[in-house]
Nanobody, 121 residues
């Protein structure tokens, strides 16, 4: 069974940083792509970033380019999202997803329970 557990969210002031973690289990990490998505109240789901479990290649959506960094530790089946220069617009529930295609994050696969990120102005 695919399981994903996020952690690391919290309350931070604008301009601050947070690092989220996603611990994965129940599947072969190298065969999957792990994505970070977020959803704010009243808004649609938004893609944040994606990383290939195979070769570590990464993708960032425009809203976070240059501020967020995704990385993985395959030995620990863990994906990280380092978030810098946070703004109130980054406030959302962040969750990670797993897709059984190592180079594409659809956002529709199994997901964790999410972790709340709140950025105050």
């Amino acid at each position: 069974e695919v399981q994903l557990v996020e952690s690391g969210g919290g309350l931070v002031q604008a301009g601050g940083s947070l690092r989220l973690s996603c611990v994965a289990s129940g599947f072969i990490f190298d065969d999957y792509a792990i994505g970070w998505f977020r959803q704010a109240p009243g808004k649609e789901r938004e893609g944040v970033s994606c990383i290939s479990g195979d070769d570590g290649s990464t993708y960032y959506y425009d809203s976070v380019k240059g501020r967020f960094t995704i990385s993985s530790d395959n030995a620990k089946n863990t994906v990280y999202l380092q978030m810098n220069s946070l703004t109130p617009e980054d406030t959302a529930v962040y969750y990670c997803t797993a897709d059984p295609t190592p180079y594409y994050c659809s956002g529709d696969g199994p997901r964790g329970q999410g972790t709340q990120v709140t950025v105050s102005s």
